[in-house]
């Protein structure tokens, strides 16, 4: 099986399938560390590198057909979609409500006073999060809940899903039927953060967009926390706006 993806929660995958006695075949990121878990071998790949250039090499390497996606921003397309290849990506967020960054997803969940967050485990198709359901690891969202909280808590619930789901993937064994959706569908990406100037006086805004230690893995929403912020210090209050 091929690794695709960055940071911890790919390596503990990786490390945690080639225990478990999976082939590790491939693993694919910006940081040659994340193969040595598996000894395996490495394609350098930073995010937003064309994944999809090494269609031929990534079909002629994988073993078992077989390819993870974890914290993995590079977009699957064609010809790597029609090589047959089983592809499954590991998101963080329950799909199809929660589409698009987790980084974003987390902050209009909790700014929408949703009580429930997760990890889902789809097939990728040619859409962006929008492949087929195969399982999801729920759990509540506390009221007082703040964004790197919950973002924790959403690493957690995805490397638990993946260790969960590997048995039965590798083996081809059908998994359980997964829930019923987590509906209405909602895509959350840049755009939807360049409106996050209009929310700053909602009260749970604080909480939704402390980023805590996340602030380095998810530069587009600090750099929107940060727009909003000035935004707000350059916008006169109703009693300046007035003052003759």
Partial sequence: MIFVGDGALLRRAVAH??????????????????????????LHLPAPADLNAHAEALT???????VWS????????????????????VHNGLLPRHRGLPSAAVLFALLNGER??????????????????????????APEARHFQVMLHGVRACQALFEETLPAVATGAPLPPPP??????????????????????????????????????????AAAIARAASAA??????QERYTF
């Fill in 60 to 66: 002629r390497t994988c073993t078992d057909g077989i």
């Fill in 180 to 221: 019923a959706p987590a509906g209405p569908s909602a895509y959350h990406g840049v755009r939807a953060l360049a409106r996050l100037a209009a929310h700053r006086d909602h009260p749970a805004y604080a909480r939704a967009t402390d980023l805590g230690p996340f602030a380095a893995h998810a530069p587009e929403l």
């Fill in 17 to 42: 399938a080639a225990a478990q006695g999976h082939p590790v075949d491939l693993v694919c990121s910006a940081d040659p560390q994340d193969a040595t878990a598996g000894g395996a071998p490495h």
């Fill in 233 to 238: 210090a350059h916008c006169p209050s109703p």
């Fill in 116 to 141: 429930e967050y997760g990890a889902t485990l789809h097939e990728v198709d040619a859409g962006i999060d929008t492949g087929r359901v195969l399982a999801v690891r729920r759990f509540p969202v």
């Fill in 70 to 89: 974890l914290n993995n921003r590079r977009i699957f397309r064609a010809p790597l979609l029609s090589r047959g290849l089983r592809i499954l990506n």
